[in-house]
């Protein structure tokens, strides 16, 4: 139904920056909500960040002051901006979205590791 594909993962040094890029394709109408989940190896998902239709943004307080999640209505891309990243920040990345019928949709996943 809906297709989603992140990129922009990699390995940085502590302090360093990456953007992180998802974008939907198939059968779009409304993908109400975008946003970004991680997952460090043996922890549970958690939300990064999110963003509404309207632009409306919720951070995890963890990432508050350093990430910045934006979107572009009309390529159905939504994208996470990380600066001064941290060790504790490396996990699998995970692009979500959330249509107007309560359906989620998934991406694959996109690796961020922050090490010296």
């Known amino acids: 139904q809906v297709r989603l594909v992140e990129s922009g993962g990699g390995l940085v040094q502590p302090g360093g920056s990456l953007r992180l890029s998802c974008a939907a394709s198939?059968?779009?109408?409304?993908?109400?909500?975008m946003g970004w989940y991680r997952q460090g190896l043996g922890k549970q998902r958690e939300l990064v960040a999110a963003?509404?239709?309207?632009?409306?943004?919720n951070y995890a307080d963890s990432v508050k002051g350093r990430f910045t999640i934006s979107r572009d209505n009309a390529k159905n891309t939504v994208y996470l901006q990380m600066n001064s990243l941290k060790p504790e920040d490396t996990a699998a990345y995970y692009c979500?979205?959330?249509?107007?019928?309560?359906?989620?949709?998934w991406g694959q996943g996109t690796q961020v590791t922050v090490s010296s």
């Open positions: 963003i509404t239709t309207g632009g409306t943004t």
């Open positions: 979500n979205v959330l249509n107007s019928r309560g359906r989620e949709y």
């Open positions: 198939g059968s779009i109408f409304s993908l109400n909500v």
